[in-house]
């Protein structure tokens, strides 16, 4: 009988290899997406963020060069092309436009066949009022990463915000539209010198 007790004694100590349950397997996996779901959701907008900072550097190249290829052109159409001795509205020089965009006859202004399409064709700044571009780097011969940004140009007469008559300066304002739709604006003025 001892020998009894003793492998009933050896068979109750013996631990049990036991593996999870079924419930415990369906839980860690609940808790384990719903954790992965809240760090995911942390991370997004960081990458967002990230590649909105690069655009915006890419959105300012974009504006500076159209922006300097406005500036480098004649401030009026009556004004000398080359920036010399006669400028509009001077003594003895014809008055300003009045009008502002593409030359096409309207106000007195002589059409020089400037298609509002080709900004080749423009000879003063205010022929970009209102020129509108979508950056395909493909077409345009640029980096790929410089695809679906949206330049939109406007042209007013802003003298008064350099102190000078209304007439004697214009402001140039560059709109340019990230493909994250984040619109960045960017200006300058060009004086009737």
Known sequence: ?????????SQQVKPKNRGFTLIEIILSIVVLAISLSIISTLIAPTEEQSADAILQ??????????????????YDNRSDMAGGRHRCGEVDQPACSIALGPDNGVDGRDNDGEDPNDVNT????????GFTLKVNAINA?????????DLNVSVEYAGGDLGLAAINAKKITVVVTTPLGTDIEFASHKANF
């Open 122 to 129: 423009f000879d003063d700044v205010d022929d970009f009022d």
């Open 1 to 9: 009988m001892a020998c009894n007790k003793n492998k009933l004694l």
């Open 57 to 74: 550097i890419k959105a300012a190249e974009l504006a500076q060069s159209l922006m300097n290829d406005i500036n480098s052109r004649a």
């Open 141 to 149: 011969g640029l980096d790929s990463g410089y695809t679906s940004f």
